[in-house]
């Protein structure tokens, strides 16, 4: 799958340096430079930050293209599930789990285009990621997105760490910020940030 994401480029296409790992971060060593400017040319484009996307990232997959759910298959950074492999175009989970992050990134591009515009902060973008269909309460920290006895619930019951019997919106932004002090999302965000400084930032 193509992206139509832009690159910086130099008189002899892509800047030198910019496909090759950094030695210094080995613990997102799997994240190429490439891949973080593709990240946030994607973001761009969706109407959102690529440090947001990183943070739901981190918290379905630990921000890993190879991260697989046996529990109803889900694969990749955002964890997508088979029921929407066919009009994202993946024809094989397994092979899409064994794709790259700078690979696997047009779909997640694919996946959220038809949000654009709401993917305001970290909890929509999840909200998008975890059940579309109440977008519009994103904004709404105490509407309840499933009770227990939900197959939502009862398959993510991890969200309510406070044993409400149900989750909310607000359990989500909760769950996302447990992510901020991650060595790997901090790794990431400043590896993003250093390559923005060096070759110019799109916004």
């Known amino acids: 799958m193509n992206g139509d994401d832009t690159l910086p480029k130099g008189p002899g296409g892509i800047l030198k ?6 030695r210094a971060t080995p613990i997102t060593a799997d994240w190429s430079n490439e891949a973080l400017l593709r990240l946030d040319s994607i973001c761009i484009s969706l109407g959102c930050k690529a440090a947001d996307m990183l943070l739901v990232m981190m918290n379905e997959s630990d921000a890993r293209a190879q991260a697989y759910n ?32 700078w690979a ?74 447990r992510q901020l002090n991650n060595h790997r999302y901090l790794e990431l965000v400043a590896r993003l940030e250093e390559l923005l400084d060096r070759y110019g930032r799109q916004h």
């Open 70 to 101: 046996s529990n109803g298959g889900a694969s990749g950074l955002i964890q997508i599930m088979p029921s929407n492999a066919k009009w994202l175009g993946i024809s094989d989970m397994a092979v899409f789990r064994g794709l790259s992050p």
């Open 104 to 177: 696997q990134l047009p779909y997640v591009k694919k996946y959220y285009a038809g949000h654009m515009g709401k993917l305001v902060n970290a909890t929509a973008i999840y909200m998008a990621t975890f059940v579309p269909a109440y977008m519009a309460h994103a904004g709404t920290p105490d509407w309840v997105i499933a009770r227990k006895g939900n197959p939502i619930y009862d398959s993510n019951r991890g969200f309510d760490r406070a044993g409400k019997g149900w989750i909310q919106v607000s359990d989500l932004t909760v769950a996302l910020g």
């Open 17 to 22: 340096g910019l496909a090759e790992p950094s």
